[in-house]
Each structure stands twice: as C-alpha cells, then as structure tokens.
C-alpha cells in the first residue's frame, strides 16, 4: 500500500518518481531480516542516498562531507532515517571533532553560540560551493508498520535569539525560538529535534521471511561486473610548517601576495607538496597542458600544473581559482590574507579531483582531517566510492 499527499512535501517531485522510490524502498525495506532481527524495517543511510539520487537523477554529495547529501535542481538535500520513537526525536545534524579548539575554551551560551556559528557556516559554505538556492532536510521515518516520508527546511540557526533550555557537565539543550537543538560536547555533536507528526507519503514494508532465498533467484552473469577505473587523489589547502598547517602570506592561496610583480587579488595556486606529487605521478596531465576540471556547483574551470617540479595548481587563467575559491565559496575580501583558521572555521581543508576522463576531472571539498586518513592509507576505497 502506497500513500503520497503531495501538498505536504516542500520538493516539487515528479509523481512518476515519487512512486517508482517508494517501490524501491518498499523493495530494499523487505530485505531488513538478512542485518537485523527487528519487526521494524531496515534501512542503511547509503542505501537512502543512493535510491534517492537514481529515483529522482538527483546528483550524490554525500561523499562530499557537506550539509547536504544530494543536489537535485537547485535544492540541497539532507538525506535522513530513524525510528519514530515519540514522534519528537533527536537526530545528529552535525559534528564538529575537528573544530575543538575554536570553542573549548568556552562554557555556557557562549559555547553555543559559537556551535551555532560554525553550523551556520558550513550551511552558507554548502550553498554557495553547490549553487543552491535553499536546503532541505528529507526524512523516512520507520515503525513496524513500514516507512513515512516527510521534509522541512534546513533552518540556519538563530544566533541572536539562542535561550538555553537545560545545560549539564556536557549537555547543552537550547532554541533559537524556531528549532530546538542539543550540543553534546563529549561527542563534538550537535542534534536537532524532528517533530514527525504530518507526512507526505507513506508505504507498508512486508519483511521477507527468507531474503537469501530471494537473492538467490536472481541471475547475475560476468556481463554485469562493470569495473572502475577512475582513480582520485584529496590536495590539502594549507602546507605544513614545524608540524603546523599553515597557509603562507605570499604563497598557496596568498600567492597574490607574493612580490616581484604586479598581481591580481585573485591570483592563486593549490600546492601540490612532494609527497602527491611522488605518489600520483602521471595523474595530472604534463606541466602547462590544461586540463578541464568540474566545480560542485556544475560549472567548468580550466587548469594546469605550473611552477618549477609542477608544485601549483593553477587555474588558467590563473584568477578564475582565486575569484571562486576566494570570494564566492569562502568569502574572504579583497586584500585580506587567508589563514588557516579561515579553512578550519567552516571544516574543510582539503579539495579531491577525480578523474573521470583524459584530461577531465571532478573537484569537491573535504572535511578537516580527510587528507591525513586518505595519505596513511586509511581512506580506502571510498575515494573512489
């Protein structure tokens, strides 16, 4: 059985392929009994992810290490499952382990308004680096009758209007007047309630008694295995200095900086340390050959390694990098140097490009802390994924 109010969604979807995913979740929900043994459906967040985008030819983010998990149109969207509990439930919107030190040293109201401020950012960050207009938060909700469908705003959150409700040791539970949220400072996690009393679909999941047996019935031949051979490297923005990241004053992303000439504001470069260099030799065309990169927001940027040993990436010409990366994604006037505080403040500090073709590649953004794993191999596959 399949209900859909179309008056209580904020998306405008298609009715074909709202339809054709709630088929798909009925059928991925059916196959709970093989990871859990639970009377109310399973439904893994990668599985949500990945259903939703090829439903709705929606493109996937949540590799991307933003607020929103998929781009459709131009909608940011929050992909969610949980249980429905009391119908008041809290579920975690977002951490910040790697932006500690911007705010232990605070306590109270002041600790969470800064928590506030960084949430803030990294929304403001997300639209502007995806070219998106508004920022959705998408959510199946599950019981042991099956799944219900229902979407809100992602709201920023009101600074000016933040009234602590309760606060322990490391509990911080507070509203902005609009939403209610809970800071757990032990875990760096911030929560938001979701109040899931109106839907704008539902659908009954029958739980497959056998799903092996079901699995087995279908045919997969050799035909089907589909190798990928794309390969990604993730490029920090900041360089390293007495065991310090650090973004120089007249080099990387201050290369406008630099004396010995005239420069224009906008004139940067990525580094391109040594050690990538060493390890993805060849992943890059030669120096001075363009190559086509694509930017989150859809668009195209041509770029080229330069420099003496191919240390930089440069933008061609060279302040395109500048003026995007700079000022339109993250907000640094004119004439202002950039630190690395800047990059830390809105959680990323590390950009992937994946090649998708020759002399074609595809750029995102990765959180704080990404670049350390994937060099120390602890990445694995999902570079790729």
């Not at 992303?253 to 340390?273: C, K, M, S, T």
Request: glycine share 6%; proline share 3%; hydrophobic share 35%.
């Amino acid at each position: 059985m399949i209900n859909v109010d179309f008056t209580k969604k904020c998306i405008p979807y298609n009715q074909l392929d709202v339809e054709k995913y709630l088929k798909d979740l009925k059928l991925v929900g059916s196959l709970s009994g093989l990871f859990s043994d639970s009377d109310i459906p399973l439904l893994h967040y990668r599985a949500t992810e990945n259903l939703y985008c090829a439903d709705f030819g929606a493109t996937n983010l949540a590799r991307a290490d933003v607020s929103a998990d998929a781009k459709l149109s131009h909608h940011g969207i929050g992909i969610k499952t949980f249980t429905e509990g009391n119908k008041k439930t809290l579920q975690k919107v977002a951490e910040f382990n790697s932006q500690q030190s911007l705010y232990s040293n605070l306590s109270g109201i002041e600790k969470v308004k800064k928590v506030a401020d960084l949430r803030n950012k990294r929304l403001e960050f997300t639209k502007t680096a995806y070219g998106l207009q508004d920022l959705i938060y998408h959510c199946i909700v599950r019981n042991k009758d099956g799944f219900f469908l229902f979407e809100e705003t992602m709201n920023f959150i009101d600074i000016e209007n933040i009234k602590l409700i309760a606060e322990s040791s490391h509990t911080y539970i507070f509203t902005d007047g609009i939403e209610e949220y809970k800071f757990d400072s032990s875990k760096s996690t911030l929560y938001k309630r979701f109040i899931t009393e109106t839907y704008f679909a539902y659908i009954k999941v029958d739980i497959l008694t056998d799903p092996i047996e079901t699995l087995r019935s279908i045919s997969i031949s050799n035909e089907d295995v589909i190798i990928d051979f794309s390969q990604s490297v993730i490029i920090p923005l900041y360089s390293m200095k007495n065991g310090e990241k650090v973004i120089f004053e007249k080099s990387g992303l201050n290369q406008w900086n630099a004396g010995g000439r005239a420069r224009h504001y906008d004139e940067v470069y990525i580094p391109f340390n040594s050690t990538l260099r060493e390890m993805y030799e060849g992943f890059f065309p030669p120096r001075d050959t363009p190559f086509e990169v694509i930017l989150p927001n859809g668009t195209s940027m041509s770029m080229k390694l330069c420099q003496e040993n191919c240390k930089a990436l440069m933008s061609n010409p060279n302040k395109d990098l500048g003026k995007w990366l700079l000022r339109d994604v993250l907000k640094i006037p004119y004439g202002q140097i950039i630190t690395y505080n800047d990059l830390l403040e809105i959680g990323i500090d590390s950009v992937s490009f994946k090649k998708v073709e020759d002399k074609k590649y595809l750029l995102d953004f990765k959180n704080v802390g990404e670049f350390e794993k994937f060099i120390n191999k602890e990445y694995m596959s999902d570079i790729d994924a």
